[in-house]
C-alpha cells in the first residue's frame, strides 16, 4: 500500500462512519492533529469524526486530488454534509512514519452560493 492510497483509505473509512476502523489500520500511536477545534489526541479527533458521522448520516465525500512528496500526502477533497449542502473544499495534510499516519492538518473553504470563480472549485 501506498501512502496516498493510506491517506484516501483513512479519509473515505472515517467519513463514511468508520473513523474506529480508520485509526486502527492506518494511525501511529504517537499520533497527533492540528484541527483547532478539537485536543490534538486520536481519540478525541476519532470520537469527533463519529459523531459527524452519526449527525450527519447522507454526507458524501469525493477526493479530487491526491499528491506525495516523501512522507508527506496532500488530499483535495469536497464534502458536503448533506444532499442540500454545498458543501466545503477541503485539504487533508498527512505526515507519515513508516506507513502510519503520524500528524494530521485540515483546512477547508464553505463553497458560496454565488461563486465567481469561473473555474470552480475543484
Same mark, same amino acid.
Given at each position: 500500500?501506498? =501512502?496516498?492510497?493510506?491517506?484516501?483509505?483513512?479519509? =473515505? %473509512?472515517?467519513?463514511?462512519?468508520?473513523?474506529?476502523? *480508520?485509526?486502527?489500520?492506518?494511525?501511529?500511536?504517537?499520533?497527533?492533529?492540528?484541527?483547532?477545534?478539537?485536543?490534538?489526541?486520536?481519540?478525541?479527533?476519532?470520537?469527533?469524526?463519529?459523531?459527524?458521522?452519526? =449527525?450527519?448520516?447522507?454526507?458524501?465525500? $469525493?477526493? /479530487?486530488? *491526491?499528491?506525495?512528496?516523501?512522507?508527506?500526502?496532500?488530499?483535495?477533497?469536497?464534502? $458536503?454534509?448533506?444532499?442540500?449542502? %454545498?458543501?466545503?473544499?477541503?485539504? /487533508?495534510?498527512?505526515?507519515?512514519?513508516?506507513? =502510519?499516519?503520524?500528524?494530521?492538518?485540515?483546512?477547508?473553504?464553505?463553497?458560496?452560493?454565488?461563486? $465567481?470563480?469561473?473555474?470552480?472549485?475543484?
Amino acid at each position: 500500500m501506498t =501512502k496516498k492510497y493510506i491517506a484516501q483509505e483513512f479519509l =473515505k %473509512l472515517a467519513a463514511n462512519g468508520h473513523s474506529h476502523e *480508520a485509526f486502527r489500520l492506518y494511525v501511529g500511536k504517537n499520533f497527533k492533529h492540528h484541527n483547532a477545534y478539537f485536543k490534538g489526541d486520536a481519540e478525541t479527533l476519532m470520537l469527533a469524526m463519529d459523531e459527524s458521522s452519526r =449527525k450527519n448520516p447522507y454526507k458524501t465525500f $469525493k477526493i /479530487h486530488h *491526491a499528491l506525495r512528496d516523501g512522507d508527506m500526502v496532500a488530499v483535495h477533497s469536497h464534502v $458536503k454534509q448533506n444532499s442540500t449542502d %454545498l458543501g466545503a473544499a477541503v485539504v /487533508h495534510l498527512f505526515k507519515f512514519e513508516s506507513d =502510519k499516519i503520524v500528524e494530521l492538518w485540515d483546512l477547508g473553504q464553505s463553497i458560496p452560493k454565488d461563486i $465567481k470563480n469561473e473555474n470552480g472549485m475543484f
